[in-house]
C-alpha cells in the first residue's frame, strides 16, 4: 500500500501538518503545538490546558549582570509563519519573532525562528530551533530554553528513560496540598493521600528522573490503554551546554516531557548564557525528534521501551539530519571529523606511555583546561577512546576548537596545545596525545577513585519514611531523597574521622560533606579528620595533597594540618560552586582540583598526622561539597 503524503491545512487560527500516522496542529503565527492525533487518539496532549500550555518552546531570562539562576519566564510565541517546505515527502514550517527597541524590557532580545518538521511515512514529528542575538541589541543573561510537552494525564501514567529508571508514576493530582506534604524545596513532596494507594510514601522529586548529557538520548511516557509511547529522542548533544557530563530534566509528574538545551542544573549561574550588548551570536538548538509508537493490548508495554531505543539507534544513524531546510543547519557534506590516539603517562605508576583507555574526548571552543564544562554559546562534540586509545569525531561544524579530555582514573584534564579548525569535508589526524595528569610525587595514600563523581563513597540509606523503592538498586541509590540529612544522625555530635590503613572510604567516607543540622533550621560548620602516619618525612621537600572535588556549592572548604584550631588554614577555596547537586541527587555536579603545597616541616613522624576539612560556610542544609578523590604524594624525587 502506497504511503500518504504529506499534507498542509490551514485554518483560520491553526495549521494542520498530517502524514496519515501523524496529525500535529499549531497556533498560527504563535507555533504552539494544541493536537498531536495518533492511532485513533485525537490528542495525547492535555486538551484541558490552554493552548498555549501544551506544547511550546519557553525560556528563561533576565537583565544582564542579574545575579543568580532565575529571571522571567516566557513562551515563545511566533509572530509570523512562513512555509519553507511543502512536498509529499515533507512539510517544514517556520514560527518566528524577532525583537526591536519598543520591546526593551518586555520580551527577550533575541530572534527566534523555531520549526517543526513532518515527513512522509514518519511515526513522530521533528523540532529545531535558530537563535540570534544582533550586534546593537542589549546585553541580557539566559538561564534556561527547552521545549515542554504536556500529554494527557488521564493516559499517560508510565514512565520510561533508562533500563534502570522506568515506572508508574504518581499523577499530579498527588502532589497537591491536600494530598502531599512538602518537603526541602518545593520540587520535592511526600506523597501522603494518593489517588493510587501504591504511591503512598512516595517522594517525588523531578530531580530523581535526571540524566548525564552523554546518555540523554532516549526518554518519554507510555500510556496503557491504549498501548501508546511518546518519546523525545536526541540524537546529537552537541547544542547543549555543559559538555557530556552535564546532567538535565528529562520527564517528571505532570505528565511532562522535556527537551532542554540550555539550564543552569547542576552548574548554577555557571552555566548561565551572559551576552555583552551588541554581542554577535547564532545557535541552532536540535533537531530533536518526538517519535510516537503503539502496541496490541496484549503485549507488554514495556515493548514500547525496547522500541523507542531502537529508533533512537536509528536517528543516531541518520545524523547530522539531511532534512532541515534552515542554512544555519549544517550538512554532513560541511562538518569535518578528526581521529587520533591518547596515551596517558604518569611515570609514579608506569615508565611506559599507555592507552587512555574508555576516556572522555572531545571538541569544545578555545578555552582553558577543563573549560568545556562551563561552555554555552559554542559546540561541542564528544566521543570514546578504545582499548588501544584511539579515537574518531565525526561531524564536527566548521571552526575553531580545542581538544579536551578526561581519563576514568586520573585526575585533571587534557588540553591539546593548539587549536584546530574544521573546515568543511576535513578529516584530520591529529596523531598521538599525550596527557601526563598532575603529579609531583609517589603516592602517599589516596582517597577513592578518580572519576569525577562521588559514587564509590558511602551512600547511607534514605530514611525510611523517604524511601522510594524504584530507586533501592545499587546504580540509583544516590538518586534517593534527604539523604543528606543522614550525616546529622549518623554523627550527631563529632565528625567523620577516616584513618589511612585502617577506614574504607565505601564503608567510612560519608558521599557529601554537609553541614549538621541542630535545631530547627539551624546549622553548622563540619570538619572531617584524615589520620595518617608517615615512616620519614623529607624536611627539605614540598608534600602535595590533591584535592578533587566532584561537587560545590556556596562552600568554603578549608584545610589545616595538624591542629584544627588554627586561624589561618593551610588552604581555603573561598566560596566556591553552585550546582546545588547535594539536594538534586546529582552525586556530582561541577569538577575542581586543588593542588595544596606542605612543607615538609609541618609533618611528624614521631606522631600521627592529620588534615582537617573544614566545611567552613554554615546556614543552609544543602552548603556542601562532594569529594572525588584525595591524594598526598611525596615530595618530587630528584
Not at 193 to 214: A, M, R, W
Not at 377 to 387: A, L, R
Amino acid at each position: 500500500m502506497a504511503i500518504m503524503g504529506v499534507k498542509l491545512h490551514f485554518r483560520k487560527h491553526h495549521v494542520i501538518m498530517d502524514n496519515g500516522i501523524v496529525q500535529l496542529t499549531l497556533t498560527n503565527p504563535g507555533g504552539y503545538v494544541t493536537g498531536i492525533k495518533y492511532n485513533n487518539i485525537d490528542n495525547l496532549l492535555e486538551a484541558h490546558n490552554d493552548e498555549s500550555d501544551r506544547g511550546y518552546w519557553d525560556l528563561v531570562w533576565s537583565p544582564p549582570r542579574s545575579p543568580g539562576t532565575t529571571g522571567t519566564f516566557e513562551r515563545i510565541n511566533g509572530t509570523s509563519c512562513e512555509v519553507i517546505v511543502d512536498t509529499d515527502d515533507q512539510v517544514e514550517l517556520s514560527f518566528s519573532r524577532t525583537w526591536d527597541s519598543s520591546l526593551e524590557g518586555k520580551h527577550v532580545p533575541l530572534k527566534i525562528d523555531k520549526r517543526f518538521v513532518l515527513l512522509r511515512g514518519s511515526s513522530g514529528f521533528y523540532s529545531y530551533g535558530i537563535y540570534e542575538h544582533l550586534e546593537g541589541w542589549p546585553g541580557f543573561n539566559l538561564p534556561e530554553t527547552r521545549i515542554v510537552f504536556k500529554l494527557r494525564k488521564d493516559k499517560f501514567h508510565y514512565m520510561a528513560m533508562s533500563d534502570d529508571r522506568h515506572r508508574y508514576m504518581p499523577l499530579p493530582d498527588d502532589r497537591s496540598p491536600n494530598r502531599s506534604i512538602s518537603l526541602a524545596y518545593p520540587e520535592a513532596v511526600l506523597i501522603v493521600d494518593p489517588l493510587e494507594p501504591e504511591f503512598k510514601g512516595e517522594v517525588d522529586d523531578k530531580y530523581q528522573y535526571s540524566c548525564e548529557t552523554s546518555d540523554l538520548k532516549v526518554h518519554g511516557w507510555i500510556s496503557i490503554d491504549p498501548s501508546v509511547g511518546f518519546w523525545q529522542i536526541s540524537p546529537s548533544n552537541e547544542f547543549r551546554t555543559g559538555g557530556p557530563t552535564k546532567q538535565e530534566l528529562t520527564s517528571h509528574v505532570g505528565p511532562i516531557n522535556l527537551a532542554m538545551f540550555v539550564s543552569a542544573h547542576y552548574g548554577g549561574n555557571d552555566l548561565v548564557i551572559k551576552f555583552d550588548e551588541g554581542e554577535a551570536w547564532k545557535k541552532v538548538f536540535g533537531p530533536v525528534f518526538m517519535y510516537l509508537n503503539s502496541t496490541s493490548t496484549s503485549e507488554d508495554p514495556i515493548t514500547l521501551w525496547e522500541d523507542a531505543k531502537n529508533q533512537m539507534l536509528d536517528e543516531i544513524g541518520k545524523w547530522p539530519y539531511s532534512f532541515p531546510a534552515s542554512k544555519d543547519y549544517h550538512q554532513a557534506e560541511e562538518r569535518g571529523m578528526i581521529s587520533g590516539k591518547l596515551m596517558v603517562y604518569d611515570r609514579f605508576i608506569s615508565n611506559e606511555q599507555k592507552p587512555a583507555i574508555d576516556a572522555c574526548i572531545g571538541l569544545a571552543p578555545p578555552g582553558d583546561s577543563g573549560s568545556w564544562q562551563f561552555e554555552n554559546k559554542g559546540y561541542q562534540f564528544w566521543s570514546k577512546t578504545n582499548e588501544e586509545g584511539h579515537f574518531l569525531i565525526e561531524n564536527i561544524l566548521a571552526g575553531t576548537y580545542n581538544i579536551y579530555a578526561w581519563v576514568h582514573g586520573f585526575i585533571g584534564d587534557y588540553r591539546h596545545d593548539t587549536t584546530i579548525t574544521i573546515t568543511s569535508g576535513c578529516d584530520i589526524e591529529v596523531g598521538n596525545l599525550v596527557f601526563e595528569p598532575p603529579r609531583d610525587g609517589p603516592t602517599l595514600w589516596e582517597i577513592g577513585i578518580p572519576d569525577r563523581s562521588a559514587a564509590e563513597f558511602y551512600v547511607p540509606d534514605p530514611d525510611v519514611i523517604y524511601t522510594n523503592q524504584f530507586l533501592v538498586n545499587r546504580l540509583n541509590r544516590f538518586r534517593q531523597y534527604g539523604l543528606w540529612e543522614r550525616y546529622s544522625i549518623l554523627y550527631p555530635d563529632q565528625d567523620l574521622v577516616f584513618t589511612i590503613g585502617e577506614s574504607d572510604y565505601n564503608k567510612d567516607w560519608f558521599f557529601a560533606h554537609v553541614t549538621r543540622k541542630k535545631e530547627e533550621n539551624t546549622y553548622e560548620k563540619t570538619t572531617w579528620t584524615i589520620k595518617f602516619t608517615l615512616n620519614e618525612v623529607n624536611t627539605n621537600g614540598i608534600y602535595k595533597l590533591r584535592l578533587a572535588l566532584a561537587s560545590a556549592n556556596v562552600s568554603d572548604l578549608q584545610v589545616r594540618l595538624n591542629d584544627p584550631n588554627k586561624d589561618l588554614p593551610l588552604f581555603s577555596t573561598g566560596i566556591i560552586g553552585g550546582d546545588n547537586a547535594i539536594a538534586r541527587h546529582g552525586i556530582h555536579g561541577l569538577y575542581w582540583l586543588f593542588n595544596i603545597d606542605i612543607p615538609g616541616t609541618n609533618l611528624n613522624t614521631t606522631i600521627e598526622n592529620a588534615i582537617y576539612l573544614t566545611q567552613e560556610n554554615a546556614g543552609n542544609p544543602f552548603y556542601g561539597v562532594m569529594y572525588d578523590y584525595i591524594r598526598l604524594e611525596g615530595p618530587p624525587s630528584s
